[in-house]
Each structure stands twice: as C-alpha cells, then as structure tokens.
C-alpha cells in the first residue's frame, strides 16, 4: 500500500484543501498519515477524520521583531529532528504540504530523506514558509496563473485550490431551523475566519440595528468571541465556530462577508456565493489577503472593502451593493475557469510515489 503524509497547519486555509484531498487519496488506495503541531488546530480536525496524527515541535517563523524569535529557532531544529524521526519510522512514498509554520521542518526532513514533496501555494505571492520549503519540492502548485512568476519554472503548476466536496451538499432548509430563523428574507453569513476578526466583528455588530432591517445575519465570530449581550437580537446568530453545519449555512447564504485567505475566496468562488471582501490589512499581514481580493474584485466575484476603508457606512454600502447586484456577480463567477484540483494533484501525487 502506497502511503502519504499530510501537512499544514496554524489555520483552517492550512488544512481544509488537505481534508478535501482525503476522500479521492483513500479510494486511490493510500495509507493517509498527517504531521502537525503539538495542540494545533489541525489536530482535533484530523483525528475526527480517522487519521493517524503526529505532532511535532514548532517554532513560528516572523518577519517582525519578537523575543520569541531568538528561541522559535530551537523548535524548529527539534521539530526538524522529530519530523526526520517520523520519516523514518513511518516510510512514506510521498508528502504534501499545504505550508504553516508546521511544514517547513516536515519539507525539510522528507528532503532529507530523499522523499518526493509536492507543495501548495494559495496565495498570490508565496508566504515565507513556502519560499524556504519550495527549493525542496518536486512540484509547487498554486491557485493563480500570476504566481507562477514567483515559482521555479519546472516546478510550477497552477491546479487551483482543492474544494471539500461535502460543502457542495449544504441544506438551506436544515441552515433555517438550526438558526431559528422563522422569517424568510436574504441570508447575510460573516466568516470572520477560524480564529474570528475583532476588527469585521466590530464593525458587523455596529451596522446590526440597519442588517437586521432586510437580512438574516449569521455570524461566525471566531473562538472566544461571541458577544452574549446580542443573543436574541431578532434575525442574528452568532457561532464562535462551526464545522458539521457549515455546508447548511453557505446553502442559505445569499452573500458572505468574509476575510480573503485564498482557500476560503475559493471555496466561495466554487459555490457562486457573491462576497464583501475585507482582507487584513498590511500592518497585520504581508499584504497577500489585499492582492487575493484584488484579484477577485478585478474579476468581478468579489467586492473589496479595504479595512482602513472599514466604516459603518462603508460596510452597509458594500453590503447593499453585492445584493442587489448579485446576479451580475454569480454570472462572473459562472465564467471563471474551474479546475478538477483534486484530481490533478492526485495524478501529480501518484507519479511521485509510483517513482
């Protein structure tokens, strides 16, 4: 039996196209085995799929000035020791990473270990993980023809984002009685991410008394973030997060606000759901959820609300806006160019590991 290892983590976007690989990897007849953090996220999203987990040490990698970037050095050499160690124990034919901090030390020491690696960009530009783990890659796929500028000619392949195909299934009946919404009115669903935005939760909460005069509002906050003086404000939910019913909620949705982590954009992207895009801003990224949105405002799927242009007014403009045009949106979406990316990195997976 041919077997793979798994890795990414830090955020969802690290892990859900991993998870969207799993089914067509278990009927190509793969022993599936992941590599994460210690506690990560990815953890409990893994170990509820079945699949055999191990964690390693991991140092995060920042461009910025932080005491912890004189020690996260050190977990990186040990969780490169422990990755090789696994490499060893474990034998795999092949490995793919989604990149995370977590990759890197795993990249490494299946390269180490002569083992093929193939690797997945989703944004724009490659973040600093991936720039130190692609010299190590057999093949580097990306969701965009732009970056392939930024990629080793050879190496390249623009496959798009890996989409899980249980979000295709959602119920937008089952979404209303799991909401407790009686009412039925356009759907407004707020995807702050999996770790929630305190800036988009802000500003969602301060335009609620105008939302809630023409849309349902749901609203994913984030862990730790739900705001108990708002239960029971009529036509609003809030979940801090929400994983088993999440197919439901975008099957109700008529247009999402959401940050603009590129796995997330192309989930939306995938199911036509017209979107508010409020990408972090460059003092709290490297600027790659602004070129994502860009892009998706450029071709028409998306608009973009910078967040120093985040106001009330702006947000309820924006809002209004990709509503009553969502028509014009969808029929964007509908001309977009969709790749099967699922079955082209399971081909480029079984040409590695049958080597």
Do not use: W
Request: neutral net charge; charged residues 25%.
């Amino acid at each position: 039996m041919k077997r793979i290892i798994l890795t990414g983590g830090g955020t969802a976007g690290h892990v859900t196209p991993n998870m969207a690989l799993v089914p067509t990897l278990k009927e190509r007849g793969y022993d599936i085995q992941y590599i994460g953090s210690y506690d990560g996220m990815e953890k409990k999203l893994i170990e509820d799929m079945g699949i055999p987990y191990h964690g390693i040490a991991t140092g995060k990698l920042r461009r910025y000035f932080d005491l912890r970037n004189f020690s996260d050095p050190f977990r990186v050499i040990k969780g490169f020791n422990e990755a090789k160690k696994l490499m060893k124990e474990l034998k795999p034919d092949v490995v793919f990473s989604k990149g995370g901090f977590v990759s890197v030390p795993v990249v490494l020491a299946a390269s180490a270990k002569k083992i093929p690696c193939i690797i997945h960009e989703s944004d724009m530009t490659p973040g600093l993980a991936n720039k130190i783990s692609i010299p190590k890659a057999s093949k580097v796929c990306c969701n965009f023809a732009e970056t392939m500028e930024n990629l080793p000619a050879g190496k390249a392949v623009v496959t798009g984002t890996p989409i899980r195909q249980e979000l295709f299934a959602g119920d937008a009946v089952k979404a209303m009685t799991f909401c407790g919404f009686t009412e039925v009115r356009p759907t407004l669903l707020v995807i702050g991410g999996s770790s929630g935005s305190v800036r988009v939760n802000e500003a969602i909460r301060s335009c609620l008394p105008e939302l809630t005069k023409k849309y349902n509002v749901i609203h994913l906050c984030g862990k730790g973030n739900i705001d108990e003086s708002y239960n029971g404000t009529a036509h609003y939910v809030q979940f801090d997060y929400i994983k088993q019913e999440l197919a439901d909620l975008l099957a109700l949705a008529d247009i999402v606000v959401s940050r603009a982590g590129a796995n997330a954009i192309c989930e939306l992207l995938a199911l036509r759901k017209p979107s508010v895009l409020i990408p972090l801003s460059l003092a709290a990224s490297r600027g790659d959820q602004i070129l994502n949105a860009q892009s998706f405002d450029k071709r028409g799927y998306a608009k973009l609300l910078l967040e120093e242009d985040l106001t009330n007014e702006s947000l309820l403009a924006a809002v209004n806006e990709v509503y009553e045009n969502h028509d014009h949106y969808i029929k964007a979406m509908e001309l977009s160019t969709k790749s099967d990316a699922i079955t082209m990195i399971c081909d480029m997976i079984d040409e590695l590991a049958n080597k």
